[in-house]
């Protein structure tokens, strides 16, 4: 099928005479002519249409690290993808000129790519991986599918970087053919959800819970936004939450710089960084890392049984790697868990 106004794969016929989309748990009911919150999802002639399929807005060669992924390959490239769109609203999007494109402005612009375009450029530039970034790759999942299914027989791999807002049947239809995810944790609170990025709490907690029952290695991602979500008590919660899931899940927490909608407040300082490490590791996290802080130890991996340090990193480079290909610390033998060949 061609670029754009593609068939979409997750919906059904409503009684109401609407067609009810089952992709992310927003669960909008579409009227003839309308598009759903994400604006890229519309209800033409009795269909449910992709209008961002193949349609890329950014194709770019970025470090694994830049994702971030720590775990997954060390020092590779991952050609990175994305269209317009996204089913969140988070006033504080630092992607927002082209998440919320579709929505501001009613168009869908991007360059037609087809699955089979991207899988070759991840080929041509010995990308180890394709990424599904930038803005939501759940709203641009029938595209991402197919790069999937193409990529595995080329033998390039899929990783995804995602708010997590998205069903349970789409992420099972990867049919393990995604490699890995980093899932955002923007907040334990329903409340921050709500207020800040117009969706919920529990249906990300199901994800990551998901994907990792699934075999999808899974890293966590969470922007810390001076006086919202940065208390010791929300972040401990979420911290013996990642535990609970498993313990080994590498934990990103990132410095807020304020952009879009939420200009109100500073930077993150670096001292809240660095306690909300000291929070992750006491509550029995492996690995936490710091994110935006250039320079800082917290980018690099250390052993959890006898502290050496394993990969070097300084911003998105890494320096050194001292994991063997089994994932294991050279010092002392202790298993690293992650995808290191
Ligand atoms: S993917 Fe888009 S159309 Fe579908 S439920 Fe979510 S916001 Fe609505």
């Given at each position: 099928?061609k670029?754009?106004?593609?068939?979409?794969?997750?919906?059904?016929a409503?009684?109401d005479?609407?067609l009810h989309c089952t992709?992310?748990?927003?669960?909008c009911?579409?009227?003839?002519g309308?598009?759903?919150?994400?604006g890229v999802?519309?209800h033409v002639?009795?269909?449910?249409?992709s209008?961002n399929?193949?349609?890329?807005?950014?194709?770019h060669?970025?470090?694994i690290e830049?994702k971030?992924?720590f775990h997954?390959?060390?020092?590779?490239?991952?050609?990175s993808?994305?269209?317009?769109?996204?089913?969140?609203r988070?006033?504080h999007?630092q992607?927002?000129?082209?998440?919320?494109?579709?929505?501001?402005?009613g168009?869908?612009?991007g360059?037609?790519?087809?699955?089979?375009?991207?899988?070759a450029?991840?080929?041509?530039g010995a990308?180890?991986?394709?990424a599904?970034?930038?803005?939501e790759?759940?709203?641009?999942i029938e595209?991402?599918?197919?790069i999937?299914e193409?990529?595995?027989?080329?033998?390039?791999r899929?990783?995804?970087?995602?708010?997590?807002f998205?069903?349970?049947?789409?992420?099972?239809?990867?049919?393990?053919?995604?490699l890995?995810?980093?899932?955002?944790?923007?907040?334990?609170r329903?409340?921050?959800?709500?207020?800040?990025?117009?969706a919920r709490?529990?249906?990300v907690?199901d994800?990551?819970?998901?994907m990792?029952?699934?075999?999808?290695?899974v890293e966590?991602?969470t922007l810390?936004?001076?006086?919202l979500?940065?208390g010791?008590?929300?972040?401990r919660?979420?911290a013996?939450?990642?535990?609970?899931?498993?313990p080994?899940?590498?934990?990103?927490?990132?410095?807020?710089?304020?952009?879009?909608?939420m200009?109100d407040?500073?930077?993150?300082p670096?001292?809240t960084?660095a306690?909300?490490?000291?929070?992750?590791?006491?509550?029995g996290?492996?690995f936490?890392?710091?994110g935006?802080?250039?320079?800082?130890?917290?980018?690099s991996?250390?052993c959890?049984?006898?502290?050496?340090?394993?990969?070097?990193?300084?911003?998105?480079?890494?320096?050194s790697?001292?994991?063997d290909?089994?994932?294991?610390?050279?010092?002392?033998?202790?298993?690293i868990?992650?995808?290191w060949v």
């Open positions: 099928m670029s754009g106004s593609h068939q979409a794969r997750y919906y059904e409503g009684e005479g609407k992709l992310c748990p927003h669960g009911k579409l009227a003839a309308q598009r759903g919150l994400c999802r519309a002639d009795g269909q449910l249409v209008l399929y193949g349609r890329a807005i950014a194709v060669m970025d470090p830049k971030p992924f997954v390959l060390p020092g590779s490239r991952s050609l993808v994305a269209t317009v769109g996204c089913n969140l988070c006033a999007c992607n927002h000129d082209i998440s919320q494109y579709a929505t501001r402005r168009e869908v612009p360059d037609p790519t087809p699955p089979e375009a991207v899988v450029a991840a080929q041509r990308a180890a991986t394709i599904f970034t930038y803005t790759p759940t709203i641009f595209w991402a599918q197919d999937a193409r990529a595995v027989v080329a033998g390039v899929c990783v995804s970087v995602t708010n997590g998205v069903c349970e049947k789409p992420i099972r239809d990867f049919d393990g053919r995604l890995a995810a980093n899932v955002d944790l923007k907040s334990f329903d409340e921050f959800y709500q207020q800040t990025c117009k709490l529990k249906p907690c994800t990551i819970e998901r990792r029952s699934l075999g999808i290695w966590v991602t810390l936004i001076p006086g979500n940065d010791p008590d929300e972040l919660a979420m013996r939450f990642l535990v609970s899931v498993d080994a899940m590498p934990w990103h927490l990132s410095r807020f710089h304020p952009d879009n909608e200009l407040r500073g930077s993150t670096v001292e960084i306690r909300a490490r000291q929070i992750g590791r006491e509550a996290l492996r936490v890392y710091s935006n802080v250039w320079g800082d130890e917290g980018e991996t250390f959890p049984a006898c502290g050496a340090r394993l990969v070097e990193r300084v911003g998105f480079a890494v320096r790697s001292r994991i290909g089994q994932g294991a610390c050279p010092d002392c033998g202790e298993r868990e992650g995808i």
